[in-house]
């Protein structure tokens, strides 16, 4: 790239506040100036001055306007970020090679809103600050920028593809919130969480987790245990002090049938929205499935109130007990509401079809989970049978134990290989003395003196495949064996009730679900959305908030007279290739995973109280190590900025650009570094606490420095009560520099002045050779 320009045009290198006096100095005589700096703004090191000696005035309140005035000339072309590679001719014509580094932002589209910086979970030392501050992996270099541009920092290529991510059901930033909590930040890594998941103490608990199960650590060793780690967050901070926001509000109003995971994910995600929502729910507590079909020692009920708790204070209503259909009719609905939300889940249970399966002690797994939940006293005998392969099925038996069965086996009509359940839930369950016989299915049930007495049995065989990939179970004859039961629990599946919505015309399919637009969750009745179990039958809860914040977006763009228009569609889960699992093994050692302590097997059976103990700070803190988006330093490409620049000015793709100009004069006014005193062992600077230099003690009593102006030691944010300041350190000195700076008492006598203006209790005293500013 070429600027031809003549002996008309001049480089000014250094964007500090001589080079910006220069700039302006030439560009009104008329010259084009090329201002070039090598940090993303102008300003140099007065910008991070608080006062300048000897008249005190605020360095910032000096240096702004000529910042500004320098970025509006028509006459200087701003080259921030950049810096002189080469430079060739002659004087009066020179030709320049200059490198404008990759900001990895569109600067034509950022307007300097900090949208971005707000969401980054990449959190470094911040080189403006000299590393005492904190900024993020996109940053602004201060506040008062020019231009006030975003930067990110990004050192070197992620090191994973972020399989996790595309493979959540609501894609949440997964290497995002793991740095925040490798980093301690909790409530951030809450927050970041909870952008596209509103639960995530409860999904941290009972997640399917296939983030987990993508995971590209898991090509090299063991996958992160991300789950887990999910659910740190919350165990570490307190989630009800989690601010609420303040929302502008709409008219319209949106009634949600059902509270489960779908109905408030659509409910959070309307409220915020500005939008007025009340949930119908049938049960008398909040929460679904996730109140009453998980039991307490996997799920605490506390924890899933406190985060419904957090979705009321954004507004939303709540009317419990109300069963939409008997209490109130789906119509009435219609006329007092702008839109509708069916997410009512599958409560129903399905029939096994086997004779007696209606003598007392016979019943259905949701309904038995729902009685215990709910406290209701539930009378299950010593030996009880649990019909299925489910996860229902685990939560069953397990729970049949703590309520005090002796024995509890659970009957399953395929083999270890095809059952459904998480496997390690499954091992969960043997723990605690569940037995499970495999390939047998029942085939009768007799009573003694009208109550449950036995269960008739025939051993299975598998066959061909069905339509669900699995192989067909077979009966084989002449194997019938009798078991002796108290209770049997049937847990094969859920469905739907969705007799209440047929007075509308919604159309229903032949398994009882309701029939919706796959992308936009409307129905075929104008108005009516539906989402979640009941329209896919029983499914995951992170599905069904997918789902209900897929139905939020359709639902808040008819409000507003929008087109339904579909989110944009991720790019499926990528896996290392061999060359790159072969390559990761020679650059990250294999470690072991953290696993999560649990209650001793002997105590747990005995009380619903939680199994798993979650992780302490120091575990945390081990197993989130272990991904490999944090092996490297800066930006991990997490994309979460890019998902909050609403101008779309991230360009992770950006590469450093070589431009040329051609100037007939160079002014070289790049100033002086900073002396490393790290050199001078003896004075202790970066081994004692509370060393520190004098730039760094300018950045704690300026407005825009990590104090924000308060005088505070970095050690333990205490006011300090005497000051030395150690002058002369490394001038005249034959192992450093020979001369004498001329400004370091000036300068040290500006801030002992400035350390009794904000502390006049401070007492300060300098320690100097002799004193040569004048």
Known sequence: MNRENGNKSVLVIGGGIAGIQASLDLANMGFKVYLVEKSPSIGGRMAQLDKTFPTNDCAMCILAP????????????????????????????????????????????????????????????????????????????????????????????????????????????????????????????????????????????????????????????????????????????????????????????????????????????????????????????????????????????????QEIGHIQKLGVEIKTGIRVGKDIAIKKLKRDYDAIFVAAGAHGGMKLGVEGEDIPGVTEGIGFLRAANLGEKVNIGKRVAVIGGGNTAIDCARTARRLGAKEVTIVYRRSRAEMPASEEEVAAGEKEGIKIEFLATPSRFSPDNKKLAKMECVRMKLGEPDDSGRRRPVPIKGSEFTMPVDTVIAALGQIPETDFVKELGITLSRRGTIEINGKTGATNVEGIFAGGDVVTGPAFVIDAIAAGKKVSRSIHQYLTEQPLESEVAWKEPEEFSQEEIEDRKKRFPSRDRVEMRGQPVAERVQNFGEVALGYSLEEAKEESSRCLALQIEGCIECHECERRCEPNAIVYTMRDEDITVEVGAIIIASGLGLYDISTLTEYGYGRIKNVITAMEFERLTAASGPTMGELRRSSDGRIPGNIAFIQCVGSRDLRNKAYCSSVCCMHATKEAMLAFEHHPGTKSTIFYMDMRAV
């Open 66 to 305: 000529k910042m500004i005035e320098a970025s509006w000339h028509s006459n200087i072309e701003l080259l921030t970020y950049s810096e002189v590679e080469k430079v060739s001719g002659k004087a009066g014509d020179f030709q320049v090679k200059i490198n404008r580094k990759a900001s990895f932002v569109d600067w034509n589209k950022c307007n300097g809103c900090g949208l971005c910086v707000e969401g980054c979970p990449v959190i470094m030392p911040n080189e403006f600050d000299h590393g005492i501050g904190k900024r993020k992996a996109i940053y602004l270099f201060f506040p008062q920028a020019v231009p006030k541009k975003c930067v990110i920092d990004k050192r070197e290529e992620r090191p994973c593809k972020a399989a996790c991510m595309d493979a959540c059901p609501v894609h949440t930033n997964v290497p995002g919130y793991i740095k925040l909590i490798a980093e301690a930040e909790f409530k951030e890594a809450y927050k970041l969480i909870r952008e596209t998941n509103l639960l995530p103490a409860c999904v941290g608990r009972v997640c399917y987790a296939p983030c987990q199960e993508a995971c590209n650590r898991g090509q090299i060793d063991e996958p992160l245990r991300i789950r887990d780690l999910k659910r740190v967050p919350g165990d570490q901070w307190n989630i009800e002090e989690l601010e609420v926001p303040v929302v502008g509000k709409t008219d319209k109003k949106v009634a949600i049938v059902g509270s489960g995971p779908a109905g408030l994910a659509a409910a959070n995600d309307l409220a915020l929205k500005g939008h007025n929502v009340t949930i119908f729910e049938a049960l008398p507590e909040p929460g679904g499935m996730l109140r009453v079909g998980i039991p307490e020692y996997r799920l605490p009920k506390e924890i899933l109130r």
